[in-house]
């Protein structure tokens, strides 16, 4: 049954009261209907419906190739599966940078063709016009700072970002503008934590952090990779909680072997 245009219990007021009472906020990605449904059940507060996808689902090697309808695709099978957690999707690359009309046409696609809850984008200054016009439409944002890996080409790199003070101070402007802009959250990327606690204590809005450190409001990692399904991305904030690569690969030699023995289907496995 499609949960769509159904009021979630999570909503960005309820993410808020969670960061003034000192309540970790917990994110994970999901881009299918299988794996929302268990992370819903989990008690799981916000599934992100990130560009990570991208790499996880179709295989790229950055999040720049995928497109508007492949998110809406992705956003709508999770939606389906969700009742309580706070469904947010990322603006692919291309789809509001430098155009805030066009970022503005973006958001209102995926939230009228998915029935998601909120938008993430990248960026600060930059982007603000953008953020801005799809805020004066009543659609959330949610802000993504420090590792912007749409911007990868610019960087050359994934290492750390804002270590040093320049990349630091504006860092810090751009969180505060985002707040200023009425961003209900941000994300902040791969930034030392002392940083990441610094910006979450002069925002009112909840800072969640993927490699921000533990003094942030919550935490999110790409499901995938904490289920430790990819196995070739492992930087230091990732905790991996499986290795369902080897559970999997197990269980697909097991059947592989019981084909070709002929020992499946056996008797009670046919009509
Ligand atoms: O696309 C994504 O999965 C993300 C998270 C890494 C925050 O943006």
Do not use: W
């Not at 989990?42 to 996880?56: T, Y």
């Not at 973006?106 to 984008?121: N, T």
């Not at 009425?182 to 809005?205: D, M, N, Q, T």
């Not at 559970?247 to 496995?269: H, L, T, W």
């Amino acid at each position: 049954m499609s949960t769509e245009g159904k009021n979630r219990v999570i909503t960005t007021h309820v993410l808020y009261e969670m960061k003034l009472r000192g309540e970790k906020i917990a994110m994970l990605t999901a881009y299918d209907y299988s794996m929302a449904r268990i992370l819903d059940a989990a008690g799981i507060d916000v599934i992100l419906v990130g560009d990570s996808a991208s790499n996880v689902m179709a295989g790229h090697v950055s999040t720049l190739p995928i497109t508007l309808n492949q998110m809406i695709y992705h956003a709508t099978s999770v939606v389906k599966a969700v009742s309580k957690a706070l469904v947010v999707v990322d603006l692919p690359f291309g789809t509001y940078q430098g155009n805030s009309k066009l970022a503005l046409n973006s958001a209102i696609r995926i939230m009228k063709e998915s029935g998601a809850d909120a938008v993430k984008l990248e960026g600060g200054e930059e982007v603000i016009e953008s953020v801005q016009r799809i805020l004066s439409a009543g659609i959330p944002v949610m802000g993504h700072l420090g590792l912007m890996p749409q911007s990868i080409h610019k960087y050359g790199t994934y290492v750390v970002r804002a270590k040093d003070e320049v990349e630091a101070q504006k860092l810090t402007n751009d969180a505060h503008l985002l707040e200023k802009a009425g961003c209900f959250s941000l994300v902040l990327e791969k930034i030392p934590a002392s940083l990441g606690a610094r910006v979450a204590s002069e925002l009112k809005i909840p800072v969640i952090g993927i490699g921000a450190g533990g003094g942030v409001d919550g935490q999110v990692l790409v499901s995938h990779d904490m289920l430790g399904i990819t196995q070739e991305f492992s930087p230091r904030f990732l905790r991996r909680y499986h290795n369902l690569y080897a559970e999997m690969m197990g269980s697909f030699q097991a059947y592989i072997n019981d084909v070709k023995s002929k020992d499946f289907p056996n008797e009670r496995e046919q009509y």
